[in-house]
């Protein structure tokens, strides 16, 4: 193998390919990015197993061939080389001789053979989305999804496909997030995407108005951004119905300024870090809303100007969870729908119906 | 106590009086402020016993008074309050009350009278330097101060005043860094002031040619940049005759591109980066220094075109050393002076001679 590329291509696309690269892996090739040097283009692979991103750079071949080198060892020596061409040929012992201007690495690589095979996947597109769009989607609704592993299928985002909407949504035991946008596509789709490749996704995926073409298979989704390629795995198991989770009637409807009820319950919620409960109240009645927390060392109260229509309640709830939802919303009023100080919690834009977020509140002693 | 102030003034003074809070004291009352409500303004004082801070700001002083706040959770509080007014009052349980528009605080304080007091110190200025070359002496030294605590006076930097120069010497054993620049004081000083109380120093001073005051006493300094007063104790002890060190004969003199140089040595540190030896080795001949590394992984030869005065020498060196220095010389043109294999590197600036960086080689076992 030989050939002879831009530094700033290489560097793109190590940093791409490499973030499947976990180095958590027992197979020391996973530890590694495959290059292929094909055509006119050196292809490059980082793989985990469970997600593998393949990405494609411009290249003048000299010699075709393909090997697997240490991620990060060979992220690290392009990008400290000089912004030039770089030149890179297989040499005797199982290495590689790197060259830029009067710098020369020679490091060890490992065998091609032994780097796992990306599933294939037959390439007929289920659906376009912009990928600021998907971006967008990914990032109003990820960090819902649970951290913990005792729900497998909760570590998971779900696509749900149907009546020509993207449905993303995660839940985590206490909250619920719902993102939804108008896609042309008439499939119906539910598949769990773990939320790790999502990650990965989401950091790949630019703010333009490019399309990402995204395919599913019954095991694997397969997004495709421009020349790269990111395949993974999908969760096993069905996601819970959360649809039925959602109230459809409540009994009070509060409409606030979204920064001002953010500011508040972030103030508040500077109280109820001792103890880590995060516990914070809200007395809605009338045209105020009164947010109180306390802890040992005080005592905060806030007021917030609001709307309420229904009947008015006392209600505590884990700030974080409202922070969370809060902040990731983009609208100005928002909507909280309530029944009762022991029902879930219902936060909306108040304008455009793109988004819901479901908050369990926490339940007192004297309820 | 009884006062309002801007939200945005105390803000920027519990930042400053935070710093000398280490929040690692076994005295509760260290983990505070001290507020002390006098005349026309606040003073705010953070002390970990060996580094005090105190800054004042301005306040419309309704009660003079003065309490201790825990840092942490005030300095949170008045930075998520909106830019506004802020009123702050004593109250009964030991609590003081914050309000700003429509957010009410109560907080524990602790008594003033626990809080220690700082040393008297007769404030006539020893010099006077601009703040912003004292931040770049400050910055240009400190990472040469020893880590370890096995001689304590090497956490430390001397001050060194004499022949109306300040001299800052830190040395860790491996290496040295001497900064000197011209001050208008006659005195002579010897102190050493520890390298955590010069950290903070610096991220207070500012990039501006204001001065900042400068008093010794036998056993503390005393910064006074503006509003705000640093005391800190003295390193007890000698510090090393360092001039000993520094040898006044050199066989081979290197001029080379600092950028370059650098460069070079970052990317052949990639491979000594296994193991942890950080093993490089420089081999000056004629117009060219090759610079090779080598480990597990592979190896690496950059090549450098010099001017050498003297012979030829081939020496290796712990590259983080090198690094360490070459990345905060601010000339394009470096020079090295060396002897033989086995004794010091000396690198300055090749014009203007501020600085003087000592670094030992290591010895190969073929040397």
């Not at 697997?68 to 000089?82: A, H, N, T």
């Not at 496909?161 to 839940?171: E, F, P, Q, T, Y």
Request: aromatic share 4%.
């Amino acid at each position: 193998m030989k050939f002879t590329c831009e530094k700033s291509n290489l560097q793109e696309g190590i940093s791409i390919a490499q973030k499947a690269v976990t180095g958590k892996s027992t197979m020391p090739v996973l530890q590694g990015i495959l290059l292929k040097a094909l055509g006119s283009s050196i292809i490059l692979t980082g793989s985990d197993i469970d997600l593998s991103i393949e990405t494609k750079i411009k290249a003048d071949i000299i010699e075709e061939g393909d090997i697997v080198v240490d991620s990060k060892i060979f992220g690290e020596i392009i990008r400290k080389l000089p912004n030039d061409i770089i030149e890179i040929t297989t040499k005797d012992n199982n290495s590689i001789e790197i060259i830029c201007q009067k710098s020369k690495f020679t490091l060890i690589h490992m065998n091609a053979k032994d780097f796992p095979e990306l599933p294939t996947i037959n390439e007929n597109t289920i659906f376009q989305i912009p990928q600021s769009i998907l971006k967008s989607m990914i990032k109003s609704t990820i960090f819902a999804v649970a951290q913990e592993e005792t729900r497998p299928i909760l570590t998971g985002l779900l696509f749900e496909i149907k009546d020509k909407r993207l449905n993303l949504v995660a839940l985590d035991g206490y909250r619920l997030a719902v993102k939804s946008e108008y896609i042309d596509s008439e499939s119906t789709i539910n598949a769990v995407i773990p939320g790790k490749t999502l990650n990965e996704v989401s950091k790949i995926l630019e703010e333009t108005d490019e399309n990402v073409n995204i395919t599913f298979t019954p095991n694997h989704i397969l997004f495709t951004i421009g020349e790269t390629k990111i395949v993974s795995r999908l969760l096993e198991g069905e996601f819970i119905k959360y649809q039925s989770i959602i109230p459809d009637e409540y009994n009070l409807k509060v409409i606030a300024k979204r920064s001002e009820l953010l500011g508040c319950i972030e103030r508040a919620s500077l109280m109820g870090k001792d103890g880590n409960t995060n516990l914070i109240k809200l007395d809605i009645q009338g045209e105020n809303m009164i947010i109180t927390s306390n802890s040992q060392l005080g005592m905060v109260r806030e007021e917030l100007n609001i709307i309420l229509q229904g009947q008015p309640l006392q209600i505590a709830f884990n700030s974080k969870y409202l922070i969370d939802a809060l902040k990731i919303m983009d609208e100005e009023e928002i909507s909280m729908e309530l029944s009762s100080s022991v029902t879930p919690c219902i936060i909306k834009n108040n304008e455009v119906n793109n988004c819901t977020y479901l908050v369990l509140p926490v339940r007192l002693l004297n309820n």
